[in-house]
């Protein structure tokens, strides 16, 4: 059984930063796809914002470009995504996952929350 567990997530202010953490068991990890998606307030679908290939090729949603980074330490089964520049539009659950095809493979795990205000 493949299980996500999200940390890092805090109130923080516009422009300010936060690193998400996201550890990863049951899975082979060092083969697998990593996402971060995020589930705004009222919104019922998640949205895919940073993938990561297994040997480390990234991709990123429009809205993050440029302001996020996801990365990957395979001896510890971890992403992480760092978060710079936050705007009050970030605000979400950010969740992680294994993606195959930009399609989340497992059951979510609880998630972080990420509230950004003044």
């Known amino acids: 059984q493949v299980e996500f567990v999200e940390s890092g997530g805090d109130l923080v202010q516009p422009g300010g930063s936060l690193r998400l953490s996201c550890v990863v068991s049951?899975?082979?990890?060092?083969?697998?796809?990593m996402g971060w998606y995020r589930q705004p307030p009222g919104k019922t679908e998640r949205e895919l914002v940073a993938?990561?290939?297994?040997?480390?090729?990234?991709n990123y949603d429009q809205s993050v470009q440029g302001r996020f980074t996801i990365s990957r330490d395979n001896a510890k089964n971890t992403a992480y995504l760092q978060m710079n520049s936050l705007k009050p539009e970030d605000t979400a659950v950010y969740y992680c996952?294994?993606?195959?095809?930009?399609?989340?493979?497992?059951?979510w795990g609880q998630g972080t929350q990420v509230t950004v205000s003044s």
């Open positions: 049951g899975s082979s990890f060092v083969r697998d796809a």
């Open positions: 996952n294994v993606v195959s095809l930009a399609i989340a493979l497992y059951s």
């Open positions: 993938h990561i290939s297994s040997y480390g090729s990234t």
